[in-house]
Structure formats: C-alpha cells, structure tokens
C-alpha cells in the first residue's frame, strides 16, 4: 500500500481565509510559522508571555504580537509552540480559557494529547502539523521556494471543516510543496519518542560511547578512537542518506562490507527484543509518565543525566579535534547552555538567517 501524499494543488487555501492564526511562541518552530504563513498570504498574530523576549524579534519581523489570552480571543486557529514541557501550563492559565466553539487548536507534535496532558473541549478541532526538519530549515528552505515536508492528523473535527483548515495551514507553511502525509496524534507521538529514543539520538549515541570505550580501554589512542567512530560515522550516515544501505555498501571496501555482514548482527544481537520494551513503554505512557514526574520534581536527575555525558571523554576529545577542523563550523556546548538557549530569541534569530552558529546549539536540534 502506497501511502497518499498531499501536495499544493490537493489543497484549497480559501479554508482559511479570512481567518485569523494565532501562533503561540517564537522559538525555533513558532517563528518559522509565522514569517512563511504571513509570507503565504494568511493573518497572522503571534501570542507571546508578558516580558518575553523574543518580543522585539517579532515585531521587527513586522509581526502583530499579543499576549497569549488576547490572541487567542481574537483567533481563529490557535498553533501552540511553546516547548511541549510547557504547554500544559500555558494552555491551562491563557488558552483554555479563551477558546470558542468552532476554533481549531493545532500542535506540531502530539505528546500532549495523545498523553492526555491536554483535553480539549469537545467544541474545538484539534489538529496538527508536524514538520519534519527543524524550526530555521522550515524557514529557510520555505524563503528559497521550497518546502519542508511534514505529517498531519486530525483528532478532533467539531466545526466539519477540520482537515480543510489544516491541509490549508500545511500549505501556508510551504510543506504541501514537498508533500504532506496524514497520520493520527498516537502514530505520530508514538513513532517519535521511539526513533529518538531507539536510534537516533539514544540508540546511536550509546552505540558511538561503546565503540570508542572499547577501543580506549583495549589501549588505542582516544584521539585514533574519535575518528573511527564519531567522525567516520557521519560520512557513512550520508552515503545512506543518498542511497541507503546498498550504497554504503557498494561505496565501502569488501573487507568492511563482509564485516557489516558477520559482525553487525553480533552487536545487535537482543536489540529488537529491547527496542519492542523501548515501545512498549513509549506506548503504556510509563516513559511519559517517567518524565513528567522528573520535571515536576525540579528535573534533578535530568540535569545529572545530562551532565555525566557532557562530561564524557569522547566529548573533551572530540572538541579539541573538531577546533582543528574549521570547515565542520563546529560547535562547542558549554554545560548549562543548551538549556539556556533553547528557544528564545537565539534560535528565532539563528533560525531565520538559516544558519546554526557556534553559540546556538538549539537551532540544530532536529528530533522531537
Ligand atoms: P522552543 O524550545 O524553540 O520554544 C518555543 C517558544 O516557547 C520560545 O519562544 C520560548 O521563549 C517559549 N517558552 C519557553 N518556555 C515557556 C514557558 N514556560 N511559557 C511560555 N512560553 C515559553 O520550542 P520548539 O522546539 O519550537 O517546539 C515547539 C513545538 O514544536 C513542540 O511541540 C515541539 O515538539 C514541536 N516541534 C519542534 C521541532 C524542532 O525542530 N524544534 C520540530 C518538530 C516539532
Ligand atoms: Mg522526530
């Protein structure tokens, strides 16, 4: 079965007009939405915290900003872009009680529905549009004409004209350009957490730790080790990127090809049989509650998790190699600022000149 693609011309823009979009935020993704739906010809007021500052940003963008409530009032579609760890709380004092019968709320990714944080009345549409690529990509591919293609879903459809407004919120993005596939809000929460947690960002880190730990503790030199894995994983990674593993393959030399065949499944042996406790936990809302419980706790041992790994030997010695290599742009995170500088007026800067910069690492996040 082929899955179906929406593009452009499936789409009617006339579903929103007239009508007013209210963007909550303006960090990495809320900016890119509101600079391409107003560059698409759609109303647009940003909703922003007293005191926030990414005001200044956005009003030099020539955007209308209001506060949360006010722009909520006043809008037709409500997109809520603040971090999904604060959503709960911005929803519950400025959004849930200014919304109407017939507005449509959107998310650009379903952790809060789909665990239930959020629940909307029964008289609003709930929709979303989640972008594949991150918040300055969104931005600039749309600025040079195309598009960064993304999945919707519909989970509420009180007003009958739903999937309509969303579709046409998808196509103001500049995302029908390069095609838009429908999904649910469990699909598309589900199948995130899992490929970050498995893969992408857990799998292949611990995976990038072990290779090097086990070649430093066997005596090789750490600096020998950081090339054989972090560094060669890249240029390995993007020959699956153009042409999966069968160009990998044909681009590698026999010797590494035979060893792919007879070695890789050795180490992963067991790893299916994790990957389904990974999901299976994804799925029951365990992870969801694990993480919920560790913010309300002050987020602790999020900071201790964290911490051990940027400390981490493959991190000092990484740094000090990548210094060497100006070419990569590299960057160095200091402990604390990721956490400093995700969102906010950085990222919305970084984002729209579609460059990540050696200070702004939240720009380059791409999971979640
Ligand atoms: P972000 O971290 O860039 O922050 C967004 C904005 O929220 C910023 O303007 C920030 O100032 C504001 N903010 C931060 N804390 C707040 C609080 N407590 N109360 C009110 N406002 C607050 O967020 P993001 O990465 O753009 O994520 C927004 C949504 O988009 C999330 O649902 C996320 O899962 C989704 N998403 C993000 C990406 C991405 O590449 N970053 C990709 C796809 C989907
Ligand atoms: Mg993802």
Redesign the pocket.
């Known amino acids: 079965m082929t899955a179906r693609m929406y593009y452009d011309n499936d789409i009617d823009p006339a579903a929103l007009e007239g009508q007013l979009v209210a963007i909550i935020g303006y960090g990495s993704q809320g900016h890119a939405h509101a600079l391409n739906l107003r560059d698409s010809g759609l109303d647009v007021v940003v909703g922003l915290a007293e005191g926030s500052k990414s005001r200044d940003l956005a009003e030099a963008a020539q955007l209308r900003v209001a506060s949360v409530a006010e722009a909520v009032a006043d809008a037709d579609v409500v997109m809520l872009l603040v971090p999904d760890t604060a959503q709960k709380g911005v929803y519950e004092k400025d959004i849930e009680p200014n919304l109407r019968p017939g507005q449509l709320l959107m998310f650009a990714h379903g952790f809060n529905i789909r665990f239930a944080r959020i629940r909307p009345p029964a008289s609003v549409d709930v929709g979303m549009v989640a972008p594949?690529g991150p918040g300055h990509l969104l931005r600039s591919v749309y600025s040079a004409g195309g598009g960064v293609p993304a999945l919707f879903a519909i989970e509420q459809d009180a007003s009958g004209s739903a999937r309509d407004r969303v579709l046409a919120y998808a196509r103001g993005l500049g995302s029908t350009r390069a095609g838009v596939l429908e999904t649910t809000f469990k699909e598309e929460t589900e199948t995130?957490l899992f490929?970050?947690q498995a893969l992408?960002c857990g799998g292949v880190s611990a995976l990038i730790k072990a290779a090097f730990e086990t070649l430093v503790e066997a005596g090789y030199q750490p600096e020998l080790a950081y090339f054989e894995t972090m560094h060669e994983l890249k240029l390995i990674v993007d020959l699956m990127y153009r042409g999966g593993l069968n160009f990998m393959r044909f681009s590698v030399s026999d010797t590494a090809e035979f060893g792919d065949y007879v070695s890789g499944p050795r180490v992963a042996e067991g790893v299916k049989a994790t990957m389904k406790d990974v999901l299976t936990d994804i799925q029951s809302g365990a992870f969801a509650d694990r993480w919920i419980a560790v913010q309300e706790a002050g987020g602790g041992e999020f900071r201790e998790l964290r911490q051990r790994d940027r400390d981490h030997q493959i991190e000092k010695v990484g740094a000090d190699l990548r210094a060497q290599m100006p070419f990569l742009d590299p960057v160095v995170v200091h402990a604390g600022e990721a956490q400093a500088t995700v969102g906010g007026a950085s990222s919305a800067e970084a984002g729209d000149a579609g460059a990540a910069t050696a200070t702004q690492p939240s720009t380059s996040r791409?999971?979640?």
Do not use: S, W
């Open positions: 594949k995130d490929g970050e992408l791409t999971a979640g």
